[in-house]
Structure formats: structure tokens, C-alpha cells
């Protein structure tokens, strides 16, 4: 009984394997058709789909119908090429972070233009005056007011006496005074006692030993950084080359301040370190003129208090150690119109110590004493040659006697 029951069991064993290798082979065989045998290498990346199917959709059935998982992605890096900028791009950006240069406005007839800007010393000296001298019966009373008008006005003593007799006479002579006959009188007076005749011109050409050098001195406070720059424009607008130094080297704000205006223009400025010796930019300027070929030279000279007798000294030595290059062809001092006959005093002692060729007025259009052009001119022996009218870049205008007077009348 025992070898019978072994018997069985050991069939049944035998039975179970040959059933396992027989379902194993059918497996194997569907596998094999279907194209699916694994294999010892992995399997290519898949390409993307044509019809843009998005990454992580359910993969197609199989032949069997039965719906597969989809095998993972294989990533590939991908060097993405870094494009350079070209180099024309990069030129075409650096032309257009450079400032533009400014084309200044003509100089002719700018203080026609300007005439606007003289309405404050219109009513005190033209219309004032024109009212005095329209009275029926010019008394000495009249005549008083008339001294009093000019003096006001700042022409001085000397030449309100000399206009005030000039006037008696030919009103007297004159007889009938009808409001153009008086007009025309007065016009001629003062144009007389300006000076028609003076040589205004800043002498600013090229000659055979460089460029003109041009020494803009003044006091502290009277515009003469911001008029070194608004002259480059009026010698730039008449066809000059200019180059600019900035021997302010006391103050830094100064330098940068004249080398805005420079670039604006396209002038090229020479400036020091700060503190530095005022004389070795003025010489370097010259020196920079020279090689450049240009036509002037525009030295800023540091403000200094006419009282201050060191100053005024080392404002002497500037102008000679310019000279070793050549010689100074204008030296132009810069006076507030507003201060009257204080200015009078400051042109006195910078006369002393360099010699004074002609004189700018600033402000001149925020004072109602025009009368300084006559005394200023009078006091030093030398013409006002620019003078300012605002603060616009381009509100500095050659001076005519014949377009102030006629301003001034209105």
C-alpha cells in the first residue's frame, strides 16, 4: 500500500513539471511573435510622435489588445549653441550712448532776439528817459530828474554829466521835440557815449605761433564757468574748433561743469586733479590746443576774491606760464551786471594784474541798471564785448551798441 501511495505521488510531481515546461513554451513562442523578447542591451529612445502627441500619453495597444506601459523616457543632453552678439550690433549701441553734439545757435542777431530780455532796464533808462524829455517845459527840475534817471541806471557820473549837457544843447537847437525827434536825439547820445567805433571782436583765429588763448578770469559767483561754456557754443556756432581747460582746479564741480558744456559741442576738455596747480592745466591746455591744431584755446580760471592779494598773484602767474607757449590774445573779465559800482571796483584790480582786453556783463537781463555798459567801458579803457541775457545755452550774444540802444528804447 505504502509503494502504491508513493507511486501516485511521484506521478503527480512528474505530471505538474511537464505541465509547467509545456506552458512556458507557449509563452515563450507568443512573446517571440508578438517581437517583445527581452534583450540584454536597452532599448533606443522612442522619436516623438509626428502628430505632436504630449509627453506621458497612454501607449498604443498591443496586437493582442492588451495596453502596455510606457517606458520610460531616455534623456539625451542637448548642446544648445549660445549665439553671440554681432559686433556692428554692439558698435550701433555704443553710438548711440554717446552724448549728441549740439549745433549752437548763430551768432548773428542774437541780440536782437534777445531784445526781450533788456525790459527791466527798458523801463528805467530808455522809457524813463524819453518820458523826462517829452514834458512841455524841460525846467531844472526836469533836468535834475534826468541826472537822477542816469545815475540810477548806473552809467556813472562822469557820463551822465556829459550825456545831460550834450542833451540841453541840442534840445535847444532842436526847437520842436516831437516823440521821434527826441527819440532819435537820446538814441544817438547814448550810442555815442557806448562807443560805436570800439573793436569788439574776441579775437579767437588760429595764427602762425597756435591757437588764440583766451583767459576767462572773475570774481567768485558771477557766472564765469557757465560763460566759459556759452562761449565755446558762440565760437563753435561761428566755425571755430575750440578746446577748453579747466585750471578751476579748486573746485571739482567746476571741472565737470565746463566738460558737460565741452562735450555738448564736441570741445575736448583738459582738467587736472583736484587742488591741483591751476597754471600746469592752463599750460597743458595750450599744449593740447597745439596738437589738436584747433583754432582756440578757452582756459577757466579759478573765482578769487579781489581783495585777496595771494590770488591775484597766482592768477598772474597762470597767464605767464601760458605765454611760454605763445601770447595770451584776449583775457576777458566776467562781471555781474547786478552789482553796480562794486564791479567797478573789481575790474580796477584785475586790470592791474592781467591785462583786461574786454569785459562780458552777465545777468544783464535781471537788472534795471543797463547804464553799467557805458561806466564799466569808461572806468578800464576796454569794450564790453559779450554779455549775457539768460540762462539759456544760447543766450550769450555778441554786444552792438546799436541793437542794445535800440533795446533799451524799446
Given at each position: 500500500m505504502e509503494y502504491v501511495i508513493l507511486a501516485v505521488v511521484i506521478a503527480v510531481v512528474a505530471i505538474g513539471a511537464i505541465t509547467g515546461l509545456v506552458v512556458s513554451g507557449r509563452r515563450r513562442k507568443e512573446l517571440d511573435k508578438q517581437g517583445q523578447a527581452p534583450t540584454l542591451t536597452a532599448p533606443a529612445p522612442a522619436k516623438p510622435a509626428e502628430s505632436g502627441t504630449a509627453q506621458g500619453a497612454a501607449a498604443p495597444p498591443t496586437a493582442s489588445g492588451a495596453t502596455e506601459?510606457?517606458?520610460?523616457?531616455?534623456?539625451?543632453?542637448?548642446?544648445?549653441?549660445?549665439?553671440?552678439?554681432?559686433?556692428?550690433?554692439?558698435?550701433?549701441?555704443?553710438?548711440?550712448?554717446?552724448?549728441?553734439?549740439?549745433?549752437?545757435?548763430?551768432?548773428a542777431g542774437r541780440l536782437v532776439r534777445l531784445r526781450s530780455r533788456l525790459s527791466r532796464s527798458q523801463s528805467t533808462l530808455g522809457k524813463g528817459l524819453l518820458a523826462l524829455l517829452s514834458r512841455d517845459h524841460l525846467d531844472e527840475d526836469t533836468w535834475e530828474e534826468i541826472e537822477e534817471t542816469l545815475l540810477t541806471a548806473d552809467v556813472g557820473v562822469g557820463a551822465t554829466q556829459e550825456l545831460v549837457d550834450n542833451l540841453r544843447t541840442r534840445v535847444k537847437v532842436l526847437g520842436t521835440r516831437t516823440p521821434d525827434e527826441l527819440r532819435g536825439l537820446l538814441r544817438e547820445e547814448l550810442v555815442n557815449l557806448i562807443g560805436p567805433d570800439a573793436d569788439r571782436?574776441?579775437?579767437?583765429?588760429?595764427?602762425?605761433?597756435?591757437?588764440?588763448?583766451?583767459?576767462?578770469?572773475?570774481?567768485?559767483?558771477?557766472?564765469?564757468?557757465?560763460?566759459?561754456?556759452?562761449?565755446?557754443?558762440?565760437?563753435?556756432?561761428?566755425?571755430?574748433?575750440?578746446?577748453?581747460?579747466?585750471?578751476?582746479?579748486?573746485?571739482?564741480?567746476?571741472?565737470?561743469?565746463l566738460q558737460t558744456w565741452g562735450e555738448r559741442v564736441g570741445a575736448h576738455t583738459v582738467r587736472g586733479p583736484e587742488g591741483g596747480d591751476p597754471a600746469s592745466v592752463a599750460f597743458d591746455a595750450v599744449k593740447q590746443g597745439i596738437a589738436d591744431g584747433v583754432d582756440t584755446v578757452?582756459?577757466?580760471?579759478?573765482?578769487?576774491?579781489?581783495?585777496?592779494?595771494?590770488?591775484?598773484?597766482?592768477?598772474?602767474?597762470?597767464?605767464?606760464?601760458?605765454?611760454?607757449?605763445?601770447?595770451?590774445?584776449?583775457?576777458?573779465?566776467?562781471?555781474?551786471?547786478t552789482t553796480g559800482q562794486n564791479g567797478l571796483v573789481q575790474a580796477r584790480v584785475f586790470a592791474e594784474v592781467v591785462d583786461i582786453t574786454?569785459?562780458?556783463?552777465?545777468?544783464?537781463?535781471?537788472?534795471?541798471?543797463?547804464?553799467?555798459?557805458?561806466?564799466?567801458?569808461?572806468?578800464?579803457?576796454?569794450?564790453?564785448?559779450?554779455?549775457?541775457?539768460?540762462?539759456?545755452?544760447?543766450?550769450?550774444?555778441?554786444?552792438?551798441?546799436?541793437?542794445?540802444v535800440d533795446a533799451l528804447l524799446g
Open positions: 506601459a510606457p517606458e520610460a523616457p531616455v534623456e539625451v543632453p542637448v548642446e544648445v549653441p549660445v549665439e553671440e552678439p554681432a559686433v556692428e550690433e554692439v558698435r550701433v549701441e555704443e553710438a548711440e550712448a554717446a552724448p549728441a553734439v549740439e549745433v549752437p545757435e548763430p551768432t571782436t574776441v579775437r579767437s583765429v588760429k595764427h602762425e605761433a597756435g591757437p588764440a588763448v583766451v583767459l576767462v578770469v572773475g570774481v567768485n559767483g558771477v557766472g564765469k564757468t557757465t560763460t566759459t561754456g556759452k562761449l565755446a557754443r558762440v565760437l563753435v556756432a561761428d566755425g571755430r574748433k575750440v578746446v577748453l581747460g579747466a585750471a578751476d582746479t579748486f573746485r571739482a564741480a567746476a571741472a565737470d561743469q578757452l582756459v577757466d580760471t579759478a573765482g578769487r576774491l579781489h581783495t585777496k592779494t595771494g590770488l591775484m598773484d597766482e592768477l598772474g602767474k597762470v597767464k605767464r606760464v601760458v605765454e611760454k607757449h605763445g601770447p595770451v590774445d584776449e583775457v576777458l573779465l566776467v562781471l555781474d551786471a574786454g569785459i562780458v556783463l552777465t545777468k544783464l537781463d535781471g537788472t534795471a541798471k543797463g547804464g553799467i555798459v557805458i561806466s564799466v567801458q569808461r572806468e578800464l579803457g576796454v569794450p564790453v564785448k559779450l554779455i549775457g541775457l539768460g540762462e539759456g545755452a544760447d543766450d550769450l550774444a555778441p554786444f552792438e551798441p546799436g541793437a542794445f
